[in-house]
């Protein structure tokens, strides 16, 4: 149990373009998802946290029109990274869980996005 | 905030031997502490959790220990085997709105 999945798992891009990836939740609704960023060989940067029918709020320094966060559902929630750039290149991860910070959050396989 | 810090950042052991991580958190009303591993190219998968209630949990090979007194957890592997090697993340998080803390990881190599 507690499967998320994401989708792409790899995409290339050329810079300027807009890239969506999609995060969800298989076998549980999902209250609460969240988007981390990974640089190589570092730990997760958490970009923001999404509650379903809710806007969702970003940490410090995520650029918030950049990185376009939608909820629409229990168990789907998307990130938009519009307008990418080379920089914007990393490893994007999700992760679900039922309810907030404290309960177990179950993280997707992660998009490779890299933007040339 | 909260600051969690985990060690080593690197740890090598020879298969069959016992590995611990050990991280430390700063925020003492900090109550959820996971574990995650990490594969090359994976997403982290959760291994291991406790609650601040609990002083110690085991699963199989696994186990995690608490001491909420000195605010230090840490991940206890035994019997290492090739297939534990990967990157270790402890967590830690108090809820009321404020996000879980990551450590920085740690990279466990098990020699055959």
């Known amino acids: 149990g507690a499967v998320v999945s994401q989708h792409p798992s790899r995409v290339i891009c050329k810079s300027g373009t807009s890239v969506k990836i999609e995060c969800r939740s298989l076998?549980?609704?999902?209250?609460?998802m969240f988007w981390y960023r990974q640089f190589p060989k570092q730990s997760l940067m958490l970009m923001a946290t999404?509650?379903?029918?809710?806007?969702?709020?970003?940490e410090q320094g995520v650029e918030k029109d950049k990185f376009l966060i939608n909820h629409a559902s229990l168990t789907l929630s998307t990130l938009t990274v519009t307008s990418a750039h080379p920089e914007d290149s990393s490893f994007y991860i999700c992760?679900?869980?039922?309810?907030?910070?404290?309960?177990?959050?179950?993280f997707g396989p992660g998009t490779r996005l890299t933007v040339l | 905030g909260e600051n969690v810090e985990q060690h080593p950042s690197t740890l090598s052991v020879q298969e069959g031997d016992s590995a611990v991580i050990k991280c430390t958190y700063s925020?003492?009303?900090?109550?959820?502490f996971p574990w995650y591993k990490q594969e090359l190219g994976k997403g982290p998968q959760l291994i291991i959790d406790?609650?601040?209630?609990?002083g110690e949990k085991k699963d199989q090979r696994i186990a995690v220990t608490l001491n909420k007194t000195a605010k230090h957890f840490s991940l206890h592997i035994t019997e290492t085997q090739p297939e534990d090697s990967a990157v270790y993340f402890c967590?830690?998080?108090?809820?009321?709105?404020?996000?879980?803390?990551f450590g920085a990881g740690t990279r466990l190599f098990v020699k055959a």
């Open positions: 992760s679900a869980s039922v309810g907030g910070y404290t309960d177990t959050q179950y």
């Open positions: 076998d549980f609704q999902a209250t609460t």
């Open positions: 999404s509650n379903e029918g809710s806007k969702a709020t970003y």
């Open positions: 925020d003492s009303a900090s109550n959820y």
């Open positions: 406790i609650r601040s209630n609990v």
């Open positions: 967590a830690a998080s108090s809820g009321g709105g404020f996000k879980t803390i």
